[in-house]
């Protein structure tokens, strides 16, 4: 491998593939005998290089080795991996002839690389909200996530459960990073902080600060590229020129602790009130279950997400995971789903109500929902907060801390990555409603004013003037 010292005469008839030579923080990160390390801070420090030379000089030097590439798309996935890594391998010469056809194949279809010794390099992204479950019970040696703060934790860990096998060759997890983005807590807790939990050992985890001064390379072919860091934003040019990890913490809901405000599931007594929240879209549909007790305090109690349904189908999806004996006051739905469609003429709201479930319309003032989340969020009187989540909710467990300040609006969360959001926006529907449906739940308590029975089975309950109101 080239990197491991000074590069060796050419044997005639011996393939030659030179991998360039690295700079000491790069020799740091292709030496490393870690299980995880990550590489990471500036921005334009050589990482994505780190990783090509890495993965091919593994795949020259551990025959039979099975290699994973990830990064969050497929088009950076293309630019900055499989283009480039596809390049230097064709810089392979034999007898100062092009070789890098008798050195490896690489498959389109499967994004895989394969080598002549039996090394293969797939290549993978997590565009969409389950992809990192298709990886679950398949088994890599070596597993590199570019730019991993663009990760949740979560998926580190699905994707770390996948180093195995029966072979010699050691399991590695190669990881480079930046501050910011939805896995910035999670990467600087391991590797910056060193902050371990239980069963995490810190002698697995390495991290090498990487600066763009690091990069003579860059500075040599783009003399400029500091002078472009140092005209941004003060906490994008801390994170990005100087690799800070304060600088960009970004976490909306800090308060959000596992230990705090996740329980075990419980008996719900019947009496609490029932309420479904949903967002809706043919990417996603997501919907909560949350019974609220007599002091208020609202317990989410089940969840589900599923790409993919048509309307239809996620009603019966909702109602079939609601128990016969679950009486739901109300099926709360952002404001969106009362637009008349194109096509139909109709609402999405009409087209649920047809289908078995009346929705009540939420308000999608996000600022204000976000900031209510918060205050239910909050310790109360007794010290515990006005919101609690069961284990049953893994998917709210893990996104809603994961969710970050939007870079337009600090009082808003971001966006992006957009498979986290739909579940936390059901979630700021129902605090929403529920706040602003405080008067309202009084009346209901009146028995003249109770819909008929078609109305509690099918709709959740009777309808009110919101409800009624589609514009």
Not at 34 to 45: I, K, P, W
Not at 89 to 107: Q, V
Not at 207 to 219: G, K, R, S
Not at 365 to 383: F, H, I, N
Request: proline letters at 6%; charged letters at 25%; one cysteine or more.
């Amino acid at each position: 491998m080239a990197h491991r010292g000074a590069p060796r005469k050419a044997v005639k008839g011996e393939i030659k593939l030179d991998l360039g030579r690295p700079n000491p923080k790069q020799a740091r990160f292709l030496a490393s005998n870690h299980r995880y390390t990550a590489y990471g801070g500036a921005r334009g420090g050589g990482k994505s290089w780190a990783v090509r030379v890495k993965g091919v000089g593994g795949a020259l030097y551990y025959p039979g080795i099975k290699i994973l590439m990830l990064r969050r798309t497929y088009p950076e996935l293309e630019n900055t991996i499989i283009s480039p890594l596809i390049e230097l391998l064709n810089t392979a010469a034999l007898d100062g002839k092009p070789a890098g056809d008798r050195l490896f194949t690489y498959n389109a279809t499967m994004r895989t690389l394969f080598f002549a010794n039996g090394s293969m390099i797939k290549f993978g992204h997590l565009q969409s909200a389950n992809a990192v479950t298709e990886y679950q019970g398949q088994e890599y040696d070596w597993i590199f996530m570019d730019e991993a703060t663009h990760f949740t934790e979560w998926e580190f860990r699905v994707l770390a459960a996948t180093l195995r096998g029966v072979n010699k060759i050691p399991k590695r997890m190669y990881l480079t990073c930046n501050p910011g983005g939805v896995g910035h807590l999670w990467v600087k807790r391991l590797f910056v902080e060193r902050d371990f939990r239980a069963g995490e050992n810190p002698k697995d985890y390495l991290f090498i600060p990487a600066t763009v001064e690091d990069n003579t390379a860059l500075m040599d072919h783009s003399p400029d590229y500091i002078q472009m860091l140092d005209l941004l934003p003060d906490d994008l040019r801390a994170a990005h020129r100087y690799g800070d990890w304060d600088a960009m913490a970004g976490q909306f809901f800090a308060e959000f602790r596992r230990e705090t405000h996740v329980v075990k599931p419980f008996l719900l007594p019947q009496e609490w009130p029932r309420y479904r929240a949903i967002d809706y879209g043919l990417d996603m549909f997501a919907c909560l279950w949350v019974a609220v007790d007599f002091g208020g305090r609202a317990w989410v109690y089940r969840e589900v997400q599923q790409p993919g349904l048509i309307v239809s189908d996620a009603a019966a999806l909702m109602r079939g995971l609601t128990l016969p004996e679950e009486r739901i006051e109300y099926t709360i739905a952002p404001p969106d789903l009362w637009s008349t469609q194109k096509d139909t003429g109709r609402t999405m709201a009409e087209v649920f109500a047809r289908n078995g479930v009346g929705l009540a319309r939420a308000s999608n003032s996000r600022v204000q929902g976000w900031l209510t989340l918060k205050e239910y969020l909050k310790p109360g009187a007794d010290g515990r907060p006005n919101l609690l989540v069961t284990e049953d909710c893994p998917c709210i467990i893990r996104n809603l801390p994961a969710l970050r300040h939007s870079d337009k609006n600090p009082s808003d969360c971001a966006t992006e990555p957009h498979d986290i959001t739909h579940i936390c926006d059901a979630l700021r529907y129902f605090v929403q409603f529920r706040t602003l449906g405080a008067i309202r739940q009084a009346v209901r308590e009146e028995p003249e004013e109770r819909g008929e029975d078609y109305d509690d089975a099918m709709c959740g309950g009777a309808a009110d003037e919101g409800y009624l109101m589609y514009s």
